[in-house]
């Protein structure tokens, strides 16, 4: 296994002995509530996203699975997933809160994707390839990932964006733009691309909700919110924002 990959699973291996939604969204969200209201924009915008494209039975591939966390949306929603992480100790999770007759999680090495050519309906990724500094790899997943894919078939992957390239959290993350994440998935050979975003990384209710000054029965409203304000203003200046992108195989 080359150092970089190493590095992210002596990382990601490191935060399973946080609560399940900690060790994937944000470690220093010791209260949870941060990371409650991320994750439901994220299952809101996955589920949605796949909602009347793929059949409720259908086959979802949960790239970077994690602890499942996107998975329990997924699997409420009716769909049977298969996920796949380089962590074992998260997946020890994933196995732990899933439904095992309709979910398998297995290992992967970070290059090869072990499951069959044309065996999903869909695929969703959360912020897994951002951690993937080298584009050259980036494109090696997607072009595996859409090989898993049947044709016709759905993506729906939610990275990190800024208006320029920035490496983050020393050197194991990187920011791409909208556009370098289009021209990747192109390459790949994904067609009928579009990205928007979802959540900005410094919204001001964010820093309040994580410490509880605002209540969960406001959260919807909130997150409707920061869906409009990336629609209307994208990425500002400064800060990042978790984008969308769905595309065809």
Known sequence: MDAEKNRQRVYWNGLADLAPETSVIDPRDSRGDKNAYIAGIRDEVLTSALAGKVDQSGLILDFGCGTGSATLALLQHGYRVIGVDLALSLLKHARQRCDPERSLFAAMDGHILPVAKGAFDAAVIYVVLSYVVSDDKVLALLKAIR??????????????????????????????????????MAAAGFSELKARPIRSGRFPATSLIRIGLIPRSAWQSLRTAERASGRIFGILPGDYAEVAFEGVA
């Open 147 to 184: 090989s898993a894919l049947k044709p016709g078939a759905r993506i729906v992957a939610i990275e990190q964006c800024r208006r320029r390239r920035h490496i983050v959290e020393d050197g194991m993350k990187v920011h791409r733009t909208i556009g370098a994440w289009t021209e990747l």
